[in-house]
């Protein structure tokens, strides 16, 4: 691919990816009441860990879900959702705080969960969930005062934002039927294929890769404490796909997409901020995150950078040091992905010429 078509690429704009602006109020109130309560009582820490709960739920739950209250059968997709994130959630409150024991146990966990998703493409989309979410809430646990209430508040406001998907999202029209709809794979067939792989290179490749990735991600964390590398994990984490890529779009916009997120923090949060002013900024960011996670991962980037740093450190004026410690962490988080990237395809390709 040329520098000039990958460029294009990454600015693209497609049109046809739509959202109801009613999934996307449901979004934005999923995140910025939580924060407005607690903020109205002096506890914004305690807002803080309930929109992290809602930010794991808000974009998966609401772009495109047209989950119906009234409909039974959309409750199971939002269940679907909530499982990993409430599962990486407890892991997160009983794991963190415990220094190079919780990195080893997060990595362990990540690369099994990578495995366990080789089996299904739901049960992939779920592993990678609970992976992203699993990396954040243990960062956020470690500096949490309470665990168990941290643990309490994250699924508070997971089920707030699953109830108003439920109540807000409009009725989802049923695709139309297939003339001949093929067979599904029953979970027999599913597991003798996934058994199968696990034999060859193709069933363990991206698990390799992603500890590999993640372990590289915690080195450099470690050799360098004073800065907040770990943006790094969580980079890595996100833009290693299942399949090597190589020099990958998604990189370009990531990287780039943090770039501009970390001026528009400097703009949104360069001052110490009223917590009504936090809520609102969050609810709005949080609002347009469905539609951009669909329509430019550059732009839905730029979006979560600003967003990420709220609930964070939501009590005081972002620093300077730490924005541009994630523009930096997120550039190494994409060379070490396309250095492992390549370390795979030349492992692959060596393994087929033998």
């Given at each position: 691919?040329s520098?000039?078509?990958?460029?294009?690429?990454?600015?693209?704009?497609?049109?046809?990816?739509?959202?109801?602006?009613?999934?996307m109020?449901?979004?934005?109130?999923?995140?910025?009441?939580?924060?407005?309560?607690?903020?109205?009582?002096?506890q914004?820490?305690l807002?803080q860990a309930?929109?992290?709960?809602?930010?794991?739920?808000?974009?998966g739950?609401?772009?495109?879900?047209?989950i119906?209250?009234r409909?039974?059968?959309r409750i199971?997709?939002?269940a679907?959702?909530?499982?990993?994130v409430?599962?990486?959630?407890?892991?997160?409150?009983?794991?963190?705080?415990?220094?190079?024991?919780?990195?080893?146990?997060?990595?362990?966990?990540?690369?099994?969960?990578?495995?366990?998703?080789?089996y299904?493409?739901?049960?992939a989309?779920?592993?990678?969930?609970?992976?992203?979410?699993?990396?954040?809430?243990?960062?956020?646990?470690?500096?949490?005062?309470?665990?168990?209430?941290?643990?309490?508040?994250?699924?508070?406001?997971?089920l707030?934002t699953?109830?108003l998907?439920?109540?807000?999202a409009?009725?989802?029209?049923?695709?139309?039927?297939?003339?001949?709809?093929?067979?599904?794979?029953?979970?027999a067939?599913?597991?003798?294929?996934?058994?199968r792989?696990?034999?060859?290179?193709?069933?363990?490749?991206y698990?390799?890769?992603?500890?590999?990735?993640?372990?590289?991600?915690?080195i450099?964390r470690?050799?360098?404490p004073?800065?907040?590398?770990?943006?790094?994990?969580?980079?890595?984490?996100?833009?290693?796909?299942?399949?090597?890529?190589?020099?990958?779009?998604?990189?370009?916009?990531?990287v780039?997409?943090t770039?501009?997120?970390?001026?528009?923090?400097?703009?949104?949060?360069?001052h110490?901020?009223?917590?009504?002013l936090?809520?609102?900024?969050?609810?709005?960011?949080a609002g347009?995150?469905?539609?951009?996670?669909?329509r430019?991962?550059?732009?839905?980037?730029?979006?979560?950078t600003?967003?990420?740093v709220?609930?964070?450190?939501?009590?005081?004026?972002?620093?300077?040091g730490?924005?541009?410690?994630?523009?930096?962490?997120?550039?190494?988080g994409?060379?070490?992905?396309?250095?492992?990237?390549?370390?795979a395809?030349?492992?692959?390709?060596?393994?087929?010429?033998?």
């Amino acid at each position: 691919m040329s520098a000039k078509t990958h460029l294009a690429k990454a600015i693209q704009w497609p049109a046809g990816a739509q959202v109801h602006p009613r999934e996307m109020l449901a979004a934005a109130l999923g995140m910025g009441v939580p924060l407005l309560l607690a903020g109205a009582t002096g506890q914004i820490a305690l807002g803080q860990a309930a929109a992290l709960g809602s930010l794991a739920i808000g974009a998966g739950a609401v772009a495109g879900s047209g989950i119906d209250v009234r409909d039974e059968s959309r409750i199971g997709p939002l269940a679907a959702l909530l499982a990993p994130v409430a599962a990486a959630a407890a892991i997160a409150a009983a794991l963190a705080g415990h220094g190079v024991l919780t990195d080893v146990i997060v990595l362990l966990l990540a690369g099994a969960a990578a495995c366990i998703g080789g089996y299904s493409r739901p049960l992939a989309i779920a592993a990678t969930r609970f992976i992203l979410f699993l990396i954040i809430a243990t960062g956020a646990a470690s500096a949490a005062p309470h665990r168990a209430g941290f643990l309490l508040l994250t699924l508070a406001g997971a089920l707030w934002t699953c109830l108003l998907c439920l109540l807000l999202a409009p009725r989802a029209k049923a695709p139309p039927q297939a003339a001949t709809a093929l067979p599904l794979p029953t979970a027999a067939q599913r597991l003798r294929r996934w058994r199968r792989t696990l034999s060859q290179w193709a069933g363990w490749q991206y698990s390799l890769r992603l500890v590999l990735g993640l372990g590289c991600a915690g080195i450099l964390r470690w050799l360098f404490p004073g800065h907040h590398f770990e943006w790094i994990t969580l980079t890595v984490a996100i833009l290693l796909q299942r399949q090597p890529e190589g020099f990958a779009v998604k990189a370009t916009q990531r990287v780039a997409g943090t770039l501009l997120g970390v001026l528009g923090a400097s703009l949104l949060l360069g001052h110490q901020l009223p917590y009504w002013l936090v809520a609102f900024n969050a609810g709005w960011l949080a609002g347009i995150r469905p539609l951009l996670r669909l329509r430019n991962y550059l732009a839905y980037s730029a979006v979560m950078t600003p967003l990420m740093v709220m609930i964070m450190g939501a009590s005081g004026p972002a620093n300077g040091g730490m924005l541009m410690d994630r523009v930096a962490a997120t550039a190494i988080g994409a060379v070490i992905v396309l250095l492992v990237d390549r370390i795979a395809m030349k492992a692959a390709s060596g393994a087929l010429a033998n």
